[in-house]
């Protein structure tokens, strides 16, 4: 890209950093220690919820009822996704109304920000960008919920990828046999991986969470597999290979890829802490989580609790 935008939010991000550091030294504490006492108290960033807008089918949350449950389930901050791809819900919930309801409330929720791969005005990768920047100017933290009724490494999809990892935006996406397609063994997303390696992608949805096994089906990609985990599984060799990836474990997908073998669920979060998300997809007042029991009962070691509920989100988004 042209260097101007570039060079500016890099010197906005590199001022706030030194003020930071400044403020941190004149009190005497490190940069790290005052940098988190900065942020809301609560033992979760949920890296996965959304609003509703009045045209949907469901109870709409509101971002004071989003506030107040997180309040309720010691959850400091959370990302707040628009869904605007056809495929991705019953109604668009747009960037546009992401960045206007969080804007009063920015020290907890982050807006994200989305574009559909197939928008035929956004043609080029240039424009692509130069939205991305709009949106990233404006507050946006991060690009998604990526939803779209494409191929994973559909060209298009590929384009947008290379213009949020240069305008800065991780990628949080949705995987299935619907929306960002692949196959068993997960060669479409290795190839995105190879192609955007300055992408930050972070997985979700079934198909992402269902490779947590090896020995999988193409169906398994849609649903919510209940065998016991086999050796194999694409997510561990992904993660090996390319330290771009990381793991959104919100939402029923989440959940299940660790509750249907508990014993392999934990050792894999404990193995892989430093690229593993904790979030909930909670949408809908008075929704069902299954994540605050969960991770409740898993006993993991504190430093993993640290880079998981918390650390991972905000080292991502910036903020650390
Ligand atoms: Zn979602």
């Excluded at 959370?78 to 009063?104: G, M, N």
């Excluded at 190839?191 to 096994?213: C, D, Q, R, T, Y």
């Excluded at 474990?249 to 014993?263: K, P, T, V």
Aim: glycine letters at 10%; aromatic letters at 8%.
């Amino acid at each position: 890209m042209t260097g101007k935008s570039t060079h500016r939010i890099g010197r906005r991000a590199f001022l706030k950093g030194a003020a930071a550091v400044a403020a941190g030294s004149a009190l005497g504490a490190s940069f790290r220690a005052d940098a988190e006492s900065v942020f809301p108290p609560g033992r979760y960033v949920d890296i996965h919820t959304h609003l509703g807008q009045r045209w949907g089918f469901r109870e709409i949350l509101t971002v004071e009822k989003l506030l107040k449950w997180m309040d309720e389930n010691d959850i400091a901050q959370a990302a707040v996704l628009p869904l605007i791809s056809p495929e991705a819900w019953d109604h668009p919930l747009s960037t546009d109304y992401v960045l206007r309801e969080t804007e009063p409330h920015r020290d907890r929720l982050f807006p994200f920000c989305s574009i559909d791969p197939r928008t035929l005005l956004l043609g080029g990768y240039a424009k692509k960008r130069d939205l991305l920047l709009k949106y990233k100017e404006a507050g946006a933290k991060g690009f998604g919920e990526h939803k779209p009724g494409v191929a994973i490494d559909d060209p298009r999809n590929i384009e947008l990828f290379q213009a949020s990892a240069e305008v800065g935006l991780p990628i949080l996406f949705h995987l299935d046999n619907d929306r960002n397609m692949d196959q068993p063994g997960l060669p479409g997303l290795e190839k995105v991986l190879k192609e955007v390696p300055n992408g930050i992608f972070i997985g979700h949805a079934n198909g992402f969470w269902a490779s947590i096994s090896g020995g999988i089906t193409q169906a398994d990609l849609s649903a919510y597999p209940k065998t016991p985990v086999q050796p194999g599984g694409a997510l561990d060799r992904l993660m090996d290979a390319y330290p771009n990836l990381y793991g959104d474990l919100s939402a029923g997908s989440g959940s299940n890829a660790i509750e249907r073998d508990l014993a392999f669920g934990r050792e894999f979060i404990v193995r892989r802490a430093d690229r593993l998300l904790f979030g909930t997809d909670y949408l809908a007042p008075a929704q069902q989580v299954m994540q605050l029991a969960l991770y409740r009962t898993l006993d993991l070691p504190e430093a993993v609790q640290a880079k998981v509920f918390r650390d991972n989100a905000r080292r991502l988004l910036g903020l650390l």
